[in-house]
């Protein structure tokens, strides 16, 4: 028979999350474990184990796994590249080193100091050739000079190498020989091109993101290589496909050759995810937050597509490859409380992570972090994961009461309360951030909550903000991996226009040149795609361009779509950067020259896509209508005690409304309330059209949602929770 399901794996700093589809029935299931930051791998492969045996299958009947990984982005931001070398034309050893004259906005005029480099001046060779701004070669590439540099670095033994010469991005002929002769003179060192990572003109961007490239090469190698043994030993012989920064999915030899482009691997298919459960829900304009252990990331979507920036950062490097634009903070549930020297309390960015975990893991944890406060609120159960992890409430309270409330003469429920109050402001914060301070009303959109933490900081957030409705996917916990099943085979290439063309109008390039240049980028990208083997009638080629105004030093990325070029086409191009202008600088220049700097075309492989099922549940079951007619049901509630769950016919709106009876509420405190009796729901037994009033709880196995006063919650077709301010 043939393969029909699909594994998609997210590891996070925290818990591994997995989910298992069918193709061809509907059928989910999903899994979390806990991370295991010593070898990431083992927590990979424990969750693939967990979720076959759950579904009852083997891995033979895989056909794909997907995954979205960190690896890239923890060797980054925590500096733990091994020594890399950069090769470049002579005059230029410093570039990297010189970088911007410019300073981060919230940095000290005066004592802001310039982060260090991946790859530092003593690891830097200077090689002669040269080529002018188009490409012409002005001098040839010395290769007695490049033999000697490569057999010194043989000598030095560095595992990878960066090559960026100068305006290599208008011809790749020099860079190309130059990895030929590190090939021949030093054998199996990883080597990154500049004119394959980012051929385009900026020679310190271009410096920057080669050189990531070549410092990551090494452990994301080593690591897609300790994956595969690992999924061939146990028996999984399908492709592995990594999620990249961009929101799409690359082969694994690719991302070998290229794992800069996964910085935002995870986060990136959480946004993928988010679009997928606002589409459910009837919403396009979403701003998709996905709380975690250690982070929270945050996305605006307009029309049910994600803002894609060129303009990003990975801790302090620029870097211009495509990406989702995310603005990430550290706020999770891992996030500890502190009390500073002077009595201010800090909630973050410094997180407990996986090991040792908050103190209530009993993992050898003393600092409070949120997750401690939520228990010590009443807002999650006495155990995580469908009751796998066990929580120690009196050790929660001890060390919020020792590190928090003493210092500050509070209660332990106060100052619980204002641990999660503070970080449910730093990430309103966060949000102003995407939203406000780039022209969007936050009002306007709906938020998606997910990760294991967000649903319980929803209500919060929606509150600070006044945004009008919050979505709760069926299984927010593990959104990122739905993500992945929902993506598609994507890359971006890109091709620098030459000075003399980049005008627009008189004495630019026309028509018929620039189509011919789209024309080769296209051809480019269909060569790829089928390398990555995807079939011709599922692939599609989205053309872009970079424009600005002439002599401005920053461009704008506008869409043209698919086809050809056209005197139309082109002019509304045009129409199109005028708009985007006005838009983000409230001004455009109707008369000004314009400038076309940078051709894009998007080359996208269509993958077959999660089929919707009725429900999404940890034992794999599509959920049956519970109460088609009226009546009741019982189940047994995740904490343990008999839940019935009655629903009711609505004469007046035709809702079912869902009443809990019987022991299953328990005391949730509320900041300004206390404590209150808060009746607790079981995720899998509520069925759409149902609503129900905060405050309450909703327990299920990868998070807990809830419902905060004076909140209304609905049970919608897709089995999304909608929560918006109750008006009674």
């Known amino acids: 028979m043939p393969k029909t399901c699909t594994l998609a794996i997210d590891v996070g700093g925290t818990f591994t999350d997995i989910t298992f589809a069918d193709a061809a029935t509907g059928a989910t299931w999903v899994a979390k474990t806990p991370s295991t930051p010593g070898d990431l791998s083992t927590g990979f492969i424990t969750a693939v184990r967990k979720v076959l045996a759950l579904a009852g299958r083997g891995p033979a009947d895989v056909l794909r796994v997907f995954h979205g990984t960190t690896t890239a982005t ?54 002669t050739e040269r080529l002018d701004v188009d490409g012409t070669v002005l001098t040839s590439l010395d290769e007695d000079g490049a033999r000697a540099v490569a057999r010194h670095l043989a000598q030095l033994g560095v595992p990878s190498v960066a090559v960026v010469f100068l305006h290599a991005y208008a011809n790749p002929a020099h860079e190309q020989r130059m990895h030929a002769i590190l090939a021949d003179e030093y054998p199996g060192v990883l080597v990154s091109l500049s004119s394959e990572v980012l051929p385009q003109f900026r020679e310190f961007e271009r410096s920057m993101a080669t050189a990531l490239n070549a410092a990551v090469m090494p452990p994301v190698s080593r690591y897609v290589g300790v994956l595969r043994e690992a999924l061939g030993a146990e028996g999984v012989q399908a492709p592995l496909l990594i999620m990249k920064s961009d929101g799409g999915v690359t082969s694994a030899a690719t991302c070998i050759r290229q794992p800069v482009q996964t910085v935002f691997s995870g986060p990136a298919a959480g946004v993928v995810g ?50 989702v634009d995310i603005h990430t903070i550290g706020a999770g549930g891992g996030s500890i409380a502190a009390v500073t020297g002077a009595g201010r309390l800090t909630v973050g960015p410094r997180s407990a992570g996986a090991e040792p975990g908050p103190v209530c893991y009993r993992r050898g944890g003393s600092e409070p972090t949120v997750t401690d ?48 109050e503070i970080i449910d402001n730093a990430m309103a914060r966060a949000i102003r951030t995407v939203s406000v301070g780039r022209g969007h009303d936050p009002r306007r959109f709906a938020l998606v909550a997910f990760g294991g933490a967000g649903p319980l900081h929803a209500c919060r957030l929606a509150e600070l903000l006044e945004i009008p409705m919050v979505v709760v996917p069926p299984r927010p916990g ?87 070029l056209t005197p139309e086409r082109l002019s509304a191009l045009v129409s199109t950067f005028h708009a985007e202008h006005r838009r983000l600088y409230t001004y455009d220049l109707p008369n000004a020259p314009i400038e076309l700097v940078t051709l894009r075309v998007t ?57 809990m009876t019987r022991g299953s509420s328990r005391p949730v405190y509320f900041r300004g309330r206390g404590f209150i009796a808060t009746p607790v729901y079981a995720r899998d037994e509520l069925t759409p059209g149902m609503t129900f009033d905060g405050p309450a709880i909703i327990e299920q196995s990868d998070s807990t949602p809830l419902v905060a006063p004076g909140f209304r919650a609905r049970v919608d077709d897709a089995h999304n929770i909608l929560l918006e301010r109750s008006h009674a």
């Open 603 to 659: 080359a996208i492989g269509a993958l077959p896509k999660r089929a919707a099922s009725e429900s999404l549940s940890s034992s794999g079951k599509a959920a049956e209508s519970l109460v088609p007619g009226g009546g009741a049901i019982e189940s047994l509630s995740p904490t343990g005690g008999r839940v019935a769950v009655r629903a009711e016919t609505l004469a007046s709106s035709g809702e079912a409304r869902a009443e």
């Open 74 to 127: 923890n060797a980054i931001l925590e500096g733990r590249t091994p020594p890399t070398a950069l090769v470049t034309t002579t005059g230029f050893k410093y570039v990297l080193e010189i970088g911007r004259h410019d300073i981060p906005r919230h940095g000290n005029l005066y004592g802001w100091s310039k982060p260090t480099r991946p790859i530092t001046p003593e690891r830097v060779f200077e090689v």
């Open 274 to 323: 988010a679009v997928s459960v606002g589409r459910s829900a009837g919403y396009g304009d979403i701003i998709s937050i996905d709380v975690g252990g250690t982070s929270a990331d945050i996305c605006l979507i307009r029309d049910g597509r994600p803002e894609i920036t060129k303009d990003g950062m990975i801790g302090p490097f620029p870097m211009k490859l495509p990406m």
């Open 478 to 564: 593990v959104l990122s991996t739905w993500g992945l099943l929902d993506t598609d085979i994507r890359a971006t290439f890109v091709r620098t226009v030459g000075t003399a063309q980049r005008r627009m109008g008189d004495g630019g390039a026309g028509v018929p040149t620039l189509e011919s240049a789209w024309g080769e980028l296209e051809a480019q990208a269909r060569v790829w795609l089928d390398g990555e083997q995807v079939p011709r009638d599922q692939m599609r080629f989205e053309r872009g361009a970079d424009l600005r105004y002439e002599h401005q030093s920053f461009e704008l990325t506008c869409p043209l779509g698919e086809g050809p």
């Open 373 to 420: 406060a939520h228990l010590v609120l009443g807002r999650i159960p006495a155990a995580l994961l469908g009751g796998e992890l066990p929580l120690d409430v009196n050790a929660a309270r001890a060390a919020i009461d020792a590190r928090v409330g003493r210092p500050l003469r509070l209660g332990v429920e106060e100052a619980a309360a204002g641990v999660v």
